[in-house]
């Protein structure tokens, strides 16, 4: 018999607005859960969501609108818990159960 | 039956796709938008450089056309352009040696170490293999530490040196205070120029050559744009004469015209890169045979992450990509900035040496409310030197 | 920018008061027009003025306008926006159609002459919309939601053209004088795109936040792509390259002798297809695209071959610009202007066709408008 490894999963909500929701189901609010930690055995970090939103949520075909040269794309703005990713280390923040992450494109007129 | 002849000669076979310029050869490159041969585009290249030299001979020749010896310090980085300026140059000079005539110029040949760390092979045989192909010519090397202590600069203005340090120590705990590898790779782009622009002076120089073609003279526009220094572009990107500052402490020391003038000149300036990496492997013997690699030359800033970047890196990313489809806007900035006044004020900053804009830094302090304003006695700064050194 | 929610929705109000006051945009009892799209600039320029305008009893009489570009789909969902904004404001809301003033909606525009140039169209059309709008409603002060980004890359435009009288002027945060009918202001000239940003989502603003459906979805290799670019590695280069931009504008030669600017040495390389570099697309306000640098090339090399025949440069654009449809837009040969009014580096009269101050004999959009009612029973399907 064989025994399913028990992985502890972090429940995320992430948010996309200012048009990035197009890309994923036009839908805005995504609760998701992910391992603590990858492959490599580390803690999750943003990076690691970044990665896990293209490949598991979005639906659009258009990646470079999200991500290049792997990484954000510049004029996204990123708030991790309301506050601005810069202060928090950016991508290689570690996640935590709970958090909120906010994916916000300014690259809009108006 | 009529031979057709084709232009050039009469036996050999037709050419396929002649050279525009002397219809003799075949074309094997293409030099803006028209197919050359090899020989008119070196030619073309050797041609616009001299023309600039010419130009400059003539602003600096003495009264009633006598020719005292023009003597020109050239900065030389080890990279392509002023590689190739210096080969021009001793072309230039060669010519008119063969032909039994004095040499028209004196060459000072200074390369900046900026390593501060000691004794660097790699340079010492990157500079051997120059000395070799150019046995007429002197090579001096000046460490970095030597910008210490120079007049034209208003150290109060910098994060203090340590005075119980080395030189290297002292330099390198500096840059270390810059706020960010935008500030660091300004600050070492204007101390290797204050150096420069210092032995010049010290050595009566009448002008300083640098290497810049339009690509780096479009790269520099926006790199300073993007660092606030737009009120001097038309004083960094253009040929001409150049105030030069003296901060020296002591009154006695300084120099009886505190103004001192020196000429800046860029003789590659109407050329683009592409064309000057395409030159190097078309002389004989090709230049990419003594050109260095990069890491040779660049210690200053080793291998960066993708997020540390400087301006300039990125400026010169996107130029890169702009001059290869779009070769006619890299030279437009250029020209664009050429036509900007040079606006002279009494006061010249302590760091890059570029005129203050006193009524350009009230407005924006009126319009931002920025508050600004260093330590009690700390030097003047314009705007882009006060992001560079204060962030 | 750093502090969380309410804090940073007072700083940044507190900045965009400093900035009001300090250029004196507005005096008491004016009426300002708002330029409003329904996007995150001018929502959120409307949330501030409101507050601002009640906080520091600026006495302004604050009015919504908004411009229908008769793009089905598209406009009609960002003026649902509007409408609400103007609800939750509770401001006055006046919309004006591309139809009622120019007869032609853009979607009729796009049948006419299809993708491409079509945002030159939009860009004219709009910029002269606002104006006359807010001339309907007896308002000489249009206010838009340009921000600190919006100027540096117009900066960065000019200079990659080689227009040295447009980056002058757009750099200024008032456009327009006692002498002209309508005058404009950026009052979030020096703010951040990103602070936009943070403001509206910290306040809960909503926006319509879509790309024009007829724009080009071009971003690399532009200027804005650039000044993201730019931001990533100092983020202040934002602000920096606004403050060079307004610094070189100074140094920009003044040609009292020559009244036209196509003939002096301030004339442009290539010239853009707006009047005041901020325009373009509609929707896009003004951000470049790629297609504006290939134009920008074209005209750049066919310059440097008139040059070289020593043609009179401004002749040789012109039958090869009327060919062009593309973004870049050449100006007529000037005829007598009806009141020549000497403003800064060009001169500034009245329409012949409409009446519209333009500094042309025939204004752009009438000019425009000629050329599209020639073609119009040609539609193709």
Same mark, same amino acid.
């Given at each position: 018999?064989v ?11 992430v ?23 990858d492959e ?71 | 039956?009529?031979t ?21 050869? #075949? ?10 041969c090899?020989?008119?585009f070196?030619?073309?290249? @050797? ?24 003597? @020109?310090?050239?900065?030389?980085s ?8 210096l080969h ?9 040696l063969?032909?039994g ?13 900026t ?13 051997d293999?120059?000395?070799?192909? @150019? ?10 530490t ?11 203005a910098?994060?203090?040196?340590? *005075?119980?340090?080395?030189?290297? *120590? *002292? ?6 205070r810059l ?5 660091r ?15 010049a002076l ?33 004083? *960094? ?7 030069? #500052? ?15 003038t ?12 592409? #064309?000057?990496?395409t ?19 660049n ?19 996107y ?12 030279a ?8 900007l ?7 010249r ?5 570029m ?6 830094d ?6 931002i ?6 330590? #009690?006695?700390a030097?003047?700064?314009? @705007? ?6 204060r962030? | ?25 507005? /005096? ?5 027009? %708002? ?13 501030v ?6 906080r ?30 103007? +609800? ?6 006046k919309?004006?159609g591309?139809d ?7 979607d ?16 004219? /059309? ?28 117009? +900066?960065?435009?000019?200079l ?12 200024? +945060? ?18 951040y795109?990103k ?14 936040s879509?790309e024009? %459906? ?5 971003f690399r ?19 920096? +390259? ?49 297609n504006?640098?290939?134009?920008m ?13 020593e ?21 007529? %040969?000037?005829?007598?202007s ?9 001169t ?5 066709r ?28």
């Amino acid at each position: 018999m064989v025994t399913a490894t028990e992985n502890a999963q972090l429940r995320v909500v992430v948010e996309f607005s200012g048009g990035l929701e197009m890309l994923f189901s036009d839908q805005k609010r995504h609760v998701i859960s992910i391992p603590t930690t990858d492959e490599n055995g580390k803690p999750v970090t943003v990076a690691y969501l970044i990665e896990y939103l293209c490949k598991n949520v979005m639906k659009d075909s258009r990646k470079e609108l999200f991500v290049l040269d792997s990484q954000i794309r510049p004029g996204i703005l990123v708030l991790i818990n309301d506050a601005d990713w810069e202060l928090e280390g950016e991508e290689k923040y570690a996640i935590q159960n709970g958090d909120n992450i906010l994916f916000v494109s300014t690259l809009h007129g108006g | 039956m009529v031979t057709k002849i084709e232009a050039g000669s009469q036996d050999s076979q037709p050419l396929q796709r002649p050279c525009k310029k002397c219809n003799n050869q #075949e074309a094997t490159l293409t030099s803006r938008t028209e197919p050359v041969c090899k020989d008119c585009f070196t030619q073309y290249i @050797y041609l616009k450089c001299v023309r600039h030299i010419g130009l400059l001979g003539k602003e600096t020749q003495g009264p009633y056309g006598s020719q005292p010896t023009r003597r @020109y310090l050239l900065g030389l980085s080890l990279g392509t352009s002023s590689t190739i300026l210096l080969h021009i140059l001793n072309s230039y000079v060669e010519a008119a040696l063969s032909k039994g005539r004095k040499s028209p110029l004196d060459l000072d040949i200074i390369v900046v170490d900026t390593s501060v760390s000691e004794q660097d092979e790699a340079l010492q045989a990157t500079l051997d293999a120059y000395r070799q192909r @150019y046995p007429r010519l002197t090579f001096e090397v000046l460490p970095l530490t030597s910008v210490l202590g120079i007049s034209s600069i208003d150290w109060t203005a910098l994060p203090s040196l340590k *005075q119980d340090q080395s030189p290297a *120590q *002292q330099l390198a705990d500096l840059f270390e205070r810059l706020p960010s590898t935008t500030s660091r790779a300004d600050i070492l782009r204007l101390f290797i120029r204050h150096i420069l622009i210092h032995t010049a002076l010290s050595r009566s120089c009448q002008a300083v050559l640098l290497g810049h073609s339009t690509t780096a003279l479009a790269e520099l526009t926006l790199a300073e744009t993007a660092k606030g220094r737009g009120f001097s572009l038309p004083w *960094q990107i253009n040929d001409g004469v150049l105030p030069i #500052e003296d901060f020296s402490p002591d009154p006695d020391n300084a120099p009886a015209d505190k103004k001192r003038t020196i000429r800046v000149h860029h003789p590659l300036r109407e050329l683009f890169r592409q #064309e000057l990496v395409t030159y190097t492997t078309l002389t004989e013997p090709p230049l990419t045979d003594i050109i260095p690699a990069e890491d040779v030359v660049n210690k200053a800033s080793p291998v960066v992450s993708h997020r540390d970047l400087s301006i300039e890196e990125v400026v010169l990313r996107y130029f890169a990509d702009v001059e290869v489809n779009y070769p006619s806007i890299v030279a437009n900035v250029v020209k664009t900035t050429a036509k900007l006044d040079r606006l002279d004020a009494e006061e010249r900053c302590g760091v890059c040496g570029m005129t203050l804009d006193e009524l350009g830094d009230e407005r924006w302090k009126g319009e931002i409310g920025d508050s600004g304003g260093g330590e #009690e006695g700390a030097g003047s700064l314009c @705007y882009g030197c006060e992001r560079s050194v204060r962030g | 920018m750093h502090t969380p929610g309410r804090c940073f929705i007072s700083i940044f109000e507190d900045e965009v008061h400093h900035t009001i006051s300090s250029s004196k945009l507005f /005096f008491p009892g004016e009426k300002v027009a %708002i330029g409003a799209s329904g996007g995150k600039d001018s929502t959120v320029l409307a949330s501030v003025l409101k507050t601002l305008n009640e906080r520091h009893n600026y006495g302004l009489d604050l009015v919504l306008l908004s411009i229908d570009e008769g793009i089905k789909g598209y406009r009609d969902d960002s003026l649902e926006t509007v409408k609400w904004n103007a +609800i939750q404001y509770e401001m006055p809301l006046k919309v004006v159609g591309y139809d009622e003033l120019y007869g032609w909606t853009m979607d009729q525009v796009v049948e006419t002459i299809g993708k491409k140039g079509n945002c030159t169209y939009c860009g004219v /059309f709009r910029r002269q919309a606002l104006d006359r709008g807010a001339k309907m409603l007896g308002i000489k002060h249009v206010v838009t939601g340009h921000n600190a980004d919006d100027v540096a890359e117009t +900066i960065l435009m000019n200079l990659l053209r080689g227009d040295l009288a447009r980056l002058s002027r757009s750099t200024s +945060i008032v456009t327009g004088d006692a002498t002209s009918d309508v005058k404009r202001s950026k009052p979030l000239k020096y703010s951040y795109e990103k602070e936009i940003v943070l403001y509206a989502y910290h306040k809960k603003l909503d926006y319509f936040s879509t790309e024009c %459906i007829y724009s080009p979805e071009a971003f690399r290799g532009s200027a804005r792509s650039l000044i993201k670019n730019l931001e990533r590695v100092r983020p202040t280069a934002i602000l920096d +390259i606004v403050r060079s931009g307004e610094d070189m504008a100074r140094l920009v030669p003044v040609n009292t002798a020559k009244s036209c600017a196509c003939k002096g040495d301030v004339a442009p390389a290539v010239v853009a297809a707006e009047e005041d570099g901020l325009g373009g697309c509609g929707s896009s306000n003004g951000r470049s695209s790629g297609n504006e640098m290939a134009a920008m090339e074209k005209q750049l090399r066919q310059n440097e071959a008139a040059e070289g025949l020593e043609v009179d440069v401004s002749k040789q654009m012109l039958p090869q610009a009327q060919r062009d449809k593309e973004n870049v837009k050449t100006l007529p %040969i000037r005829g007598v202007s009806a009141n020549p009014k000497i403003l800064g580096k060009q001169t500034l009269g009245n329409c012949e066709r409409c009446g519209y101050m333009s500094s042309q004999a025939i204004c752009q959009a009438c000019m425009l408008l000629e050329g599209l009612n020639k073609n119009r029973p040609q539609i193709q399907i």
